[in-house]
Structure formats: C-alpha cells, structure tokens
Nanobody, 116 residues
Framework: QVQLVESGGGLAQPGGSLRLSCAAS????????MGWYRRAPGKQRELVAD???????HYADSVKGRFTISMHNAQNTVYLQMSSLKPEDTAVYYCNVVILGPRTFWGQGTQVTVSS
C-alpha cells in the first residue's frame, strides 16, 4: 500500500502562484507515472498534468504554459507549480501515482481556491 500526502494548497489571488507537493509514504521502485488531477464543484475529475519516470510530461490544454509538473524520483515526490492562476482553477487537487501492476493510488486531496 502507498499513501500519498499532499500539501501546498490554499487561497491565491488571480494571477498569483501556488506550489503543490505530494510525497509517497514509502520508497517506490517502479513508478510509471505521477500526476495531478482536480475536481471543481459540479464537475468531473480531470487530469491536470502527469509525468513519467523518464520525465515525459503531459498537460491539460487549460493549464499549458501556466503550470509545471516535476518529480524528484529519489524522494518519490511530485510537484505542481501553478502560476497565473485563474478563478477557474479553483478545485480540489488530487495526487496520483501509477506503479508496477499496474496499481493506482490517490492522495486525499488539497483545496485550491483562486479568488480576489
């Protein structure tokens, strides 16, 4: 079992920045991907960005050029740097990891609110 612990959410003004972090509870030797999803009120969960163990990244069109995902393999940690935030980025953000199996694990979610 893998537990994912997220941090870094909170309140930001439009145009501001936040950095989300997600750390796995134990060492994982066979990560396929780590990523971030979000669920806005009244909407389905959507992929924000993910990154493979080799560093290949993928972004939702709505966040391209504003968000950057990165992963520290040795620490089994994934980050999401969010800049130029918009009110429509308001959502609960969930960390995700896919490992050998494949097996998928989710974090508990962290709230991001963008408002003036």
């Amino acid at each position: 079992q893998v537990q994912l612990v997220e941090s870094g959410g909170g309140l930001a003004q439009p145009g501001g920045s936040l950095r989300l972090s997600c750390a796995a509870s134990r060492s994982i030797f066979t990560i396929y991907t780590m990523g971030w999803y979000r669920r806005a009120p009244g909407k389905q969960r959507e992929l924000v960005a993910d990154i493979t163990d080799r560093g290949s990244t993928h972004y939702a069109d709505s966040v391209k050029g504003r968000f950057t995902i990165s992963m520290h393999n040795a620490q089994n940690t994934v980050y999401l740097q969010m800049s130029s935030l918009k009110p429509e980025d308001t959502a609960v953000y969930y960390c995700n990891v896919v490992i050998l199996g494949p097996r998928t694990f989710w974090g508990q979610g962290t709230q991001v609110t963008v408002s003036s």
